[in-house]
């Protein structure tokens, strides 16, 4: 718990603080790996939903710009923080997936009835050097290692090479308006080998995640990250940083210099899709979701697209054949559902989707 006498933010406070390092308050002028960057990284469990977060966070930005930096090496798709891939700039591929490895090594784990008798050094040599002959799918990998281990669980052993290796989806998968399969190589086959110049560490990340998601809890950012025991991080960073409570007197670290609108500013409304990591990234969702809407936005394990209004979850989204149908949770002004509409239809248009209708209702599925 914070101390007392550690100011206290209120909901709205909070959520504007988060917008605005999550460059959602007003549209950045920002590159677009220069944003990957800010963000840590994009939620890309499917191919499109990267172009989309950077739409609602960049002014001007063209899908293009995205596909050309994965074309040339400069972000790569990989497992990263809670064993989903995530979009990355080189540089944050190389220094976060050491820091997470840890979490992917005792992930091994849970498949060891698939694995008896497998050496998960030798296994781990083996697929490097398949995979680094050139990019491979989890079929062929699967397949050349059961050659070596053929009592083995075909999945389990697929599994155990995607935890030990930083593999990477090579292009054109992933490149906006392109196709492929998923086919997989080591980051350094692709992008050249680690230097050890990147990155600062655990304290490095915290801080990383302050500047992007704070303020925020111990508990938070092991949300955000997937891993455990950073209270240490935190302490040692405690006398540069500055501390304030939630309403339930949850303790928030935060960069003393970082951006803490009042919470009167205004929030555009804004389209996010699905696995936006503004919506994955606390333990405590509620400077985002109300409380009313908790579950609202998922169905089963999967995330729908979500609709931000007052800085808020306030409804979901889909688009289907040239109409973005707009599934809202509560009543809005009716100037409100007209910049919901405004911002759908510049969402279409800017993503190649052409000339979109925007239409109020309920959503199939």
Not at 10 to 35: F, H, K, P, V
Request: net charge neutral; charged share 25%; hydrophobic share 40%.
């Amino acid at each position: 718990m914070a101390s007392v006498t550690s100011p206290v933010l209120g909901t709205r406070a909070l959520n504007r603080a988060t917008l605005a390092r999550q460059l959602l308050l007003s549209r950045a002028e920002m590159s677009a790996r220069d944003a990957v960057a800010h963000l840590v990284g994009l939620q890309a469990q499917n191919v499109k939903p990267p172009y989309f977060q950077l739409h609602a966070r960049l002014a001007g930005f063209r899908p293009q710009e995205l596909g050309r930096l994965m074309e040339e090496r400069e972000v790569v798709r990989m497992v990263t923080m809670r064993s989903t891939i995530h979009t990355h700039t080189v540089e944050d591929a190389r220094s976060l997936r050491p820091l997470v490895q840890g979490a992917r090594d005792r992930e091994v784990q849970y498949f060891r009835k698939g694995l008896v008798g497998v050496d998960l050094k030798e296994l781990a040599a083996r697929a490097r050097g398949f995979v680094e002959e050139e990019p491979r799918t989890m079929a062929e990998i699967r397949e050349k290692l059961l050659r070596t281990w053929p009592g083995a669980d075909p999945q389990s052993l697929a599994v155990a090479a995607r935890c030990l290796l930083p593999l990477v989806q090579v292009t054109p998968r992933g490149v906006w308006g392109r196709g492929g399969q998923v086919r997989l190589t080591t980051l350094e086959a692709w992008a050249g080998p680690y230097t050890g110049e990147e990155g600062g560490g655990v304290d490095g990340l915290v801080l990383r995640y302050l500047e992007g998601f704070g303020p925020a809890s111990v508990k938070d950012m092991q949300t955000w990250a997937g891993l455990t025991r950073l209270r240490e991080a935190f302490e040692r960073l405690r006398p540069a940083l500055v501390t304030f409570r939630d309403e339930r007197g949850v303790e928030l670290f935060d960069l003393p210099d970082a951006p803490r609108p009042d919470a009167g500013t205004p929030a555009p409304p804004r389209f996010l899709p699905e696995f936006d990591n503004l919506l994955l990234s606390h333990a405590d969702r509620a400077r985002v979701v109300p409380p009313e809407f908790k579950g609202r936005n998922t169905s089963g394990n999967q995330s729908r697209c979500a609709v931000l209004v007052d800085g808020f979850l306030a409804g979901v989204w889909a688009n289907e054949g040239g109409v973005v149908t707009v599934e809202l949770f509560r009543e809005v002004a009716g100037g409100v559902r007209e910049e919901i509409a405004a911002e759908g239809e510049a969402m279409a248009a800017a993503l190649g989707e052409g000339a979109a209708t925007v239409r109020f209702g309920s959503i199939r599925g």
